[in-house]
């Protein structure tokens, strides 16, 4: 069987890792995956007419007599495990971030800032699960002089699993909320499986960025050699909002001061994602201007809170996904809005199992505690539950809705788990 050592070799010399046939291209080297419903090693043949250099297979009837196709144990192992034998070859700072919410916009941020000063790699999109991370590591190049990984997870032992291989020397955990309550039980299954990436970097002398604010992170990353605070009061750096409609402006005090950061998010929510971004700038030693206008110039997409204007309306359009954490801040965010016309579209949140109806209840409670124009509820839980608010079952019937309505100077709120596809409500 050949060796990671070997297999080493020929990423060195190939080092574009492909696991997809449809977007192949020449010189690539094909991992042929498999799962619940796909089998990659049905298409090794394929990858190599293709022009795959080499093709990793872990099926024996796939091994078609070409010289250009391996076969290894377990191909998704032999990934990830070329992955942790790429990262050992760097002593640069890995930086892993890992949370409930904003851990996407958080990584964002925190690129952006590093980026001015130094060679930084990030994951793309949102690739942070056993497939993605691997794949970032190795795409970080030798000219690196930081990497930043995001890390997601839905249940126990993932995170684990993760630094395993990716090894980081820093960490970050947005906040422990309610999301993946299915996979994990509850909120302390939450923190458990978020905090083994404090226990890796607490058994490895790393470095984290706490959110101060939150007591349970404070006594989550209790014995880890090197903390650094952030917050909105007593920590070593401190934030705080000046402005929050439509966009959200901060000031930064404490070990520096950056005054009136103008960003391009809505949501006050946004607060703790800019000010570990702010932190960790500074503690790599990114000079305050460039902080400030890193964090000014990211402008937010894949639906992630964005601001939309649509004719004299503003839409923010918080829709890549949803838990009753996150559901939760953008309600109150857009109820303290100084505008008379408001309106929530909102689609069902996934994956929270036996607490899930007991969420949606929830979250009808805190929409009957303001003032809206209209309410919007679709798919999910919320066509279980009895309530005076508008129920579609799916995002095509809200957009039909919406079509035909004719809202002036008004504000709405898209948000809902991926599955519910509420960006598709205001799609012309």
């Given at each position: ?14 080092p ?14 094909f ?13 090794a ?29 377990n ?31 958080t ?23 056993h ?5 970032t ?25 993760y ?5 980081p020397?820093h ?11 299915e ?108 902080i400030?206008s890193a ?19 503003k ?23 100084n ?7 909102l689609?069902?949140?996934?994956e ?37 608010y ?37 799609e012309?």
């Amino acid at each position: 069987m050949i060796s990671i050592e070997e297999i080493y070799k020929l990423y060195k010399r190939f080092p574009s890792i492909q696991t997809d046939t449809r977007r192949l291209a020449k010189d690539d080297l094909f991992f042929a995956l498999k799962g619940e419903n796909f089998n990659g090693n049905l298409f090794a043949q394929q990858a190599i007419d293709k022009g795959a250099a080499y093709a990793m297979v872990d099926e024996q009837h796939a091994t078609i007599s070409s010289e250009k196709i391996i076969l290894v144990d377990n191909v998704l192992l032999t990934l990830q495990d070329l992955a942790k034998y790429h990262r050992q070859q760097f002593s640069i700072p890995f930086l892993a971030i890992t949370g409930s919410n904003g851990k996407t916009t958080t990584k964002e941020l925190v690129h952006a800032v590093l980026s001015t000063a130094f060679k930084t790699y990030t994951t793309e999109g949102n690739l942070n699960n056993h497939i993605g991370i691997p794949l970032t590591i190795l795409k970080v190049k030798t000219d690196a002089q930081i990497a930043v990984i995001e890390m997601g997870a839905n249940h126990l032992k993932e995170i684990e699993g993760y630094c395993k291989y990716t090894l980081p020397t820093h960490g970050i955990i947005t906040n422990c909320g309610k999301a993946h309550l299915e996979g994990f039980g509850s909120i302390e299954g939450v923190r458990k499986g978020k905090g083994e990436l404090y226990d890796f970097l607490r058994n490895n002398k790393g470095t984290v960025f706490v959110m101060w604010d939150y007591d349970y992170l404070r006594e989550m990353s209790k014995g880890i050699r090197q903390i650094i605070s952030y917050g909105t009061k007593d920590a070593f750096i401190n934030g705080s909002i000046f402005q929050n409609e439509p966009f959200l402006s901060i000031d930064i005090s404490g070990a520096i001061a950056i005054k009136e950061i103008s960003t391009q998010l809505t949501g006050d929510y946004n607060l703790p994602n800019i000010l570990a971004a702010v932190t960790v700038g500074n503690y790599f030693g990114v000079e305050p201007d460039k902080i400030k206008s890193a964090i000014e110039n990211y402008a937010p997409s894949n639906s992630r809170s964005q601001l939309i204007e649509f004719n004299s309306n503003k839409i923010i359009l918080d829709a890549y996904n949803a838990n009753p954490s996150s559901m939760k801040a953008a309600i109150e965010n857009i109820a303290k809005f100084n505008v008379k016309d408001k309106i929530l579209i909102l689609g069902g949140m996934a994956e929270l199992g036996k607490e899930s109806l007991q969420e949606h209840e929830n979250i009808l409670s805190l929409i009957t505690k303001y003032q809206w124009k209209d309410v919007v509820l679709v798919g999910g839980d919320f066509l279980k539950l009895h309530h005076p608010y508008r129920k579609f079952e799916n995002s095509i019937q809200a957009k039909e809705w919406f079509q035909k309505q004719h809202f002036h100077d008004t504000y709405l709120l898209v948000k809902g788990s991926r599955s519910m596809q509420m960006e598709k409500v205001i799609e012309k």
